[in-house]
Protein backbone atom coordinates (compact mmCIF):
# COMPACT_ATOMS: atom_id res chain seq x y z
CA UNK A 1 0.00 0.00 0.00
CA UNK A 2 1.34 3.40 -0.89
CA UNK A 3 1.38 5.99 1.46
CA UNK A 4 -1.04 8.66 0.76
CA UNK A 5 0.17 12.34 -0.22
CA UNK A 6 -0.85 15.32 1.42
CA UNK A 7 -4.07 17.33 -0.53
CA UNK A 8 -4.44 20.67 -0.52
CA UNK A 9 -6.73 20.42 2.45
CA UNK A 10 -4.01 18.95 4.42
CA UNK A 11 -1.85 21.56 3.62
CA UNK A 12 -4.48 24.03 5.25
CA UNK A 13 -4.50 22.08 8.72
CA UNK A 14 -0.61 22.18 8.26
CA UNK A 15 -1.03 25.71 8.61
CA UNK A 16 -2.50 25.37 12.38
CA UNK A 17 1.19 23.42 13.43
CA UNK A 18 2.99 25.48 15.83
CA UNK A 19 3.04 26.39 19.64
CA UNK A 20 -0.27 29.15 20.26
CA UNK A 21 -1.31 31.16 23.26
CA UNK A 22 -5.44 31.90 23.44
CA UNK A 23 -7.69 33.87 25.05
CA UNK A 24 -11.18 32.87 25.28
CA UNK A 25 -14.81 34.21 25.83
CA UNK A 26 -17.26 31.69 27.21
CA UNK A 27 -20.83 31.82 27.77
CA UNK A 28 -22.20 28.92 30.56
CA UNK A 29 -25.53 29.99 30.55
CA UNK A 30 -28.39 32.29 29.26
CA UNK A 31 -28.51 34.44 32.24
CA UNK A 32 -24.91 34.14 32.53
CA UNK A 33 -22.35 37.26 31.21
CA UNK A 34 -19.13 35.92 29.29
CA UNK A 35 -16.33 34.01 31.38
CA UNK A 36 -12.88 34.56 30.01
CA UNK A 37 -10.29 31.82 29.84
CA UNK A 38 -6.28 31.82 28.97
CA UNK A 39 -4.33 29.06 27.98
CA UNK A 40 -1.24 27.44 25.34
CA UNK A 41 -1.81 24.51 22.52
CA UNK A 42 0.38 22.91 20.81
CA UNK A 43 -0.21 21.75 17.08
CA UNK A 44 2.25 18.91 15.77
CA UNK A 45 1.85 17.13 12.45
CA UNK A 46 1.04 13.85 12.11
CA UNK A 47 2.47 12.49 8.94
CA UNK A 48 1.42 15.68 7.18
CA UNK A 49 -2.10 14.34 7.14
CA UNK A 50 -3.24 15.15 10.45
CA UNK A 51 -3.08 17.50 13.46
CA UNK A 52 -2.86 16.97 16.86
CA UNK A 53 -3.58 19.90 19.48
CA UNK A 54 -2.42 19.59 23.22
CA UNK A 55 -4.02 22.14 24.73
CA UNK A 56 -3.88 23.14 28.25
CA UNK A 57 -5.50 26.45 30.24
CA UNK A 58 -7.58 27.69 32.80
CA UNK A 59 -11.99 26.79 32.52
CA UNK A 60 -14.19 29.66 33.47
CA UNK A 61 -14.38 28.45 37.25
CA UNK A 62 -10.65 28.75 37.54
CA UNK A 63 -9.81 24.61 37.52
CA UNK A 64 -6.84 23.83 35.11
CA UNK A 65 -8.28 21.77 31.82
CA UNK A 66 -6.07 20.08 29.23
CA UNK A 67 -7.76 18.77 25.91
CA UNK A 68 -6.82 16.82 22.99
CA UNK A 69 -8.28 17.71 19.44
CA UNK A 70 -7.11 15.70 16.04
CA UNK A 71 -8.49 16.94 12.74
CA UNK A 72 -7.68 15.05 9.66
CA UNK A 73 -9.04 14.92 6.05
CA UNK A 74 -10.29 11.77 3.43
CA UNK A 75 -9.88 12.47 0.61
CA UNK A 76 -12.16 8.95 -0.34
CA UNK A 77 -15.16 10.63 1.68
CA UNK A 78 -14.01 14.17 0.57
CA UNK A 79 -14.77 15.26 4.40
CA UNK A 80 -12.71 16.24 7.49
CA UNK A 81 -12.80 13.91 10.00
CA UNK A 82 -11.30 14.17 13.63
CA UNK A 83 -12.26 13.80 18.06
CA UNK A 84 -11.88 16.07 20.65
CA UNK A 85 -11.33 15.33 24.62
CA UNK A 86 -10.97 17.40 27.83
CA UNK A 87 -10.44 16.27 31.05
CA UNK A 88 -13.46 19.04 31.99
CA UNK A 89 -15.84 16.64 30.73
CA UNK A 90 -16.81 13.05 29.73
CA UNK A 91 -17.85 13.18 26.00
CA UNK A 92 -15.44 11.78 23.08
CA UNK A 93 -16.36 13.97 20.10
CA UNK A 94 -16.21 12.47 16.84
CA UNK A 95 -16.17 15.26 14.04
CA UNK A 96 -17.22 15.32 10.60
CA UNK A 97 -16.75 18.60 8.25
CA UNK A 98 -15.77 20.87 5.20
CA UNK A 99 -15.41 24.08 4.40
CA UNK A 100 -18.16 26.48 4.36
CA UNK A 101 -18.06 29.41 1.86
CA UNK A 102 -15.77 31.24 3.63
CA UNK A 103 -13.29 28.77 3.88
CA UNK A 104 -13.97 27.83 7.29
CA UNK A 105 -13.67 24.98 8.46
CA UNK A 106 -16.64 23.61 10.28
CA UNK A 107 -16.58 20.19 12.65
CA UNK A 108 -20.46 19.20 12.86
CA UNK A 109 -20.63 16.32 15.78
CA UNK A 110 -23.75 16.03 18.42
CA UNK A 111 -23.12 15.83 22.56
CA UNK A 112 -25.63 16.77 25.57
CA UNK A 113 -27.85 19.43 24.93
CA UNK A 114 -27.26 22.49 27.20
CA UNK A 115 -31.13 21.63 28.20
CA UNK A 116 -30.01 18.99 29.80
CA UNK A 117 -32.12 16.86 28.02
CA UNK A 118 -31.45 14.83 24.55
CA UNK A 119 -28.49 15.72 22.17
CA UNK A 120 -27.76 18.77 20.01
CA UNK A 121 -25.60 19.31 16.78
CA UNK A 122 -22.50 21.36 17.52
CA UNK A 123 -19.93 23.03 15.49
CA UNK A 124 -16.27 23.52 15.94
CA UNK A 125 -15.30 26.27 13.79
CA UNK A 126 -11.59 27.08 12.69
CA UNK A 127 -10.99 30.26 11.10
CA UNK A 128 -7.82 30.63 10.11
CA UNK A 129 -7.04 34.95 10.01
CA UNK A 130 -3.82 35.26 9.16
CA UNK A 131 -0.12 32.88 9.94
CA UNK A 132 -0.20 34.38 13.57
CA UNK A 133 -3.61 34.17 14.21
CA UNK A 134 -6.36 31.64 13.93
CA UNK A 135 -9.92 31.90 15.86
CA UNK A 136 -11.96 28.91 17.02
CA UNK A 137 -15.89 29.28 17.51
CA UNK A 138 -18.17 26.74 19.32
CA UNK A 139 -22.11 26.91 18.69
CA UNK A 140 -25.06 24.83 19.35
CA UNK A 141 -28.15 24.29 17.65
CA UNK A 142 -31.57 25.01 19.21
CA UNK A 143 -34.62 23.12 19.31
CA UNK A 144 -35.68 25.68 16.82
CA UNK A 145 -32.88 25.61 14.75
CA UNK A 146 -31.58 28.86 15.52
CA UNK A 147 -27.30 28.87 16.34
CA UNK A 148 -26.28 30.31 19.35
CA UNK A 149 -22.82 30.69 19.56
CA UNK A 150 -20.87 29.64 23.34
CA UNK A 151 -17.11 30.02 23.11
CA UNK A 152 -14.81 32.61 20.99
CA UNK A 153 -11.26 31.48 21.60
CA UNK A 154 -8.14 33.74 19.46
CA UNK A 155 -5.20 32.27 18.92
CA UNK A 156 -1.96 33.76 18.31
CA UNK A 157 1.59 32.04 17.48
CA UNK A 158 3.87 32.12 20.58
CA UNK A 159 7.59 34.12 19.74
Known sequence: ???????????WLQRLVGRWTFEADCVMGPDQPPM?????????ALGGLWVIADGE????????????LTVGYDPATGRF???????????????DGAFDGDGRLVLA????SFAGEGEALYHDIVEI??????RFLSRLQGPDGAWAEFMTADYRRAA
Not at 57 to 68: E, I, Q
Request: glycine share 10%.
Open 129 to 134: VNDGHF
Open 1 to 11: METPKPTPEHD
Open 81 to 95: TGTFIASMMTKLWIY
Open 36 to 44: KTRGTSNVR
Open 57 to 68: GTSPDGDAHHSV
Open 109 to 112: ATGP
